[in-house]
T-cell receptor, first 114, second 111 residues
Framework: EPEVTQTPSHQVTQMGQEVILRCVPI?????FYWYRQILGQKVEFLVS????????KSEIFDDQFSVERPDGSNFTLKIRSTKLEDSAMYFC????????????FGPGTRLTVT | KNQVEQSPQSLIILEGKNCTLQ??????????LRWYKQDTGRGPVSLTI?????NTKSNGRYTATLDADTKQSSLHITASQLSDSASYIC??????????FGPGTRLSVLP
């Protein structure tokens, strides 16, 4: 069964460094999402992406965040200058059809900022 | 303010027993409501999706109900198994990509 994959599973970085989290959505999906979950808290929507551009973003997704689909398979989330409070699980999700509500989540990347 | 609340916060039941988890929301306008199961350290996995016109939907031992008038949903788990131990998250969507996640109910199934 097709699935969303994410790499790395765990990323440790120092405050102020740039990180890139990678996702490979399900191959025929067209809609892509990033979410984060701070330890012990609820999942929060960051951004949605369709047709090579951001379709919606939350208040959390400020100028230090960016997303990109550099090729036909990868979908990346870049954090330019990490802060301690960026430590969280970051989940990528994808969706196939515009009229489908079903999103498929990846296993997540645990980001630890020290 | 769009919010999703869930109760109880945590629940412990014995294997084989049934349980019901609750979700109340204030998201408006309403598009759909989803229940996800999230194992510790993993991504959420979809259990059910309901739109405004659907009152109930089943997926194996999971049955979700929706009352769009009172803005309430429930997830009923029948004949619980040890593998049902997880967090169950209610997600309500409004217009566009307005996804609002609930805090989840942590379910522990004991032998």
């Amino acid at each position: 069964e097709p699935e969303v994959t994410q790499t790395p599973s765990h990323q440790v970085t120092q405050m102020g460094q740039e990180v890139i989290l990678r996702c490979v959505p399900i191959s025929n999906h067209l809609y892509f999402y990033w979410y984060r979950q701070i330890l012990g808290q609820k999942v929060e929507f960051l951004v949605s992406f369709y047709n090579n551009e951001i379709s919606e973003k939350s208040e959390i997704f400020d100028d230090q965040f960016s997303v990109e689909r550099p090729d036909g398979s990868n979908f990346t989330l870049k954090i330019r200058s990490t802060k301690l409070e960026d430590s969280a699980m970051y989940f990528c999700a994808s969706k196939g059809q515009p009229n489908s509500y079903e999103q498929y989540f990846g296993p997540g990347t645990r980001l630890t900022v020290t | 303010k769009n919010q999703v609340e869930q109760s109880p916060q945590s629940l412990i039941i014995l294997e084989g027993k049934n349980c019901t988890l609750q979700c109340n929301y204030t998201v408006s306008p309403f598009s759909n409501l989803r229940w996800y199961k999230q194992d510790t350290g993993r991504g959420p996995v979809s259990l059910t999706i309901m739109t405004f016109s659907e009152n109930t939907k089943s997926n194996g031992r999971y049955t979700a109900t929706l009352d769009a008038d009172t803005k309430q949903s429930s997830l009923h788990i029948t004949a619980s198994q040890l593998s049902d131990s997880a967090s169950y998250i209610c997600v309500v969507s409004g217009t566009g990509q307005n996804f609002v996640f609930g805090p989840g109910t942590r379910l522990s199934v004991l032998p």
